[in-house]
């Protein structure tokens, strides 16, 4: 195989053959992968960011109202419920209803049969801020995977999603025989 030319080598690739002279003896080849996964997602992030932040929101208020908007109407969760969503830790849940009431985007709602429940549910003002920032959200998303074919982009999530088995593999204790 040709050595690469100066111009061919990306940032990643020059890490690794500097530490390839430094020290031959270790294996760098999951910088191959983990490297770039790292520093593609430090791109799209700062992509992302600006995006919602155009609409003044952050990435965890932008979380909690798509979570409020995939559930259907009447667009409402319990704090919990926002926790369990999957993209809304549960740490600060709390703050980021009280930021998005105070901007009018949702409201908060005592359960009818108990008082004790306590519903965010979005506005309407929150459901159009939601429907025009999550479409932008996607034509930001498919414009930065525009080098990709559809055929490439199905291999790459199956791929990532393998990867991320692979990883989470990786915390359980190897098996002593």
């Known amino acids: 195989m040709a050595a690469a030319r100066p111009a061919d080598r990306d940032a990643v690739a ?9 020290r031959p003896d270790l294996d760098t080849s ?12 430090l791109r799209y992030n700062t992509r992302l960011i600006a995006s919602i932040e ?3 929101l952050s990435v965890a208020g932008f979380d909690v109202l798509t979570a409020l908007r995939r559930a ?3 667009h409402r969760l ?34 009818a ?3 004790r429940v306590v ?7 929150g459901l159009v801020t939601v429907d025009t920032v999550f479409a932008e959200h996607l034509d930001n998303e498919r ?7 559809p055929s490439e982009r199905r291999q790459l999530a199956r791929l990532l999603r393998k990867l991320e088995e692979s990883i989470l593999g990786s915390d359980e204790e190897p098996s002593a025989e």
């Open 14 to 22: 020059r890490v690794i053959e500097d530490w390839a002279r430094e």
């Open 30 to 41: 999951p910088l191959e992968v983990l490297a770039r996964l790292h520093r593609s997602y």
């Open 54 to 56: 155009r609409h003044g």
């Open 72 to 74: 259907g109407h009447p």
């Open 78 to 111: 319990t704090a919990g419920q926002l926790a369990d969503s999957g993209l809304v830790s549960s740490a600060g849940v709390t703050l980021r209803i009280d930021r998005l009431e105070k901007d009018g985007h949702i409201v908060r709602e005592r359960d």
């Open 113 to 115: 049969a108990d008082r």
């Open 119 to 125: 519903y965010s549910r979005l506005t309407e003002k």
């Open 143 to 149: 414009r930065m995977l525009d080098g990709l074919s």
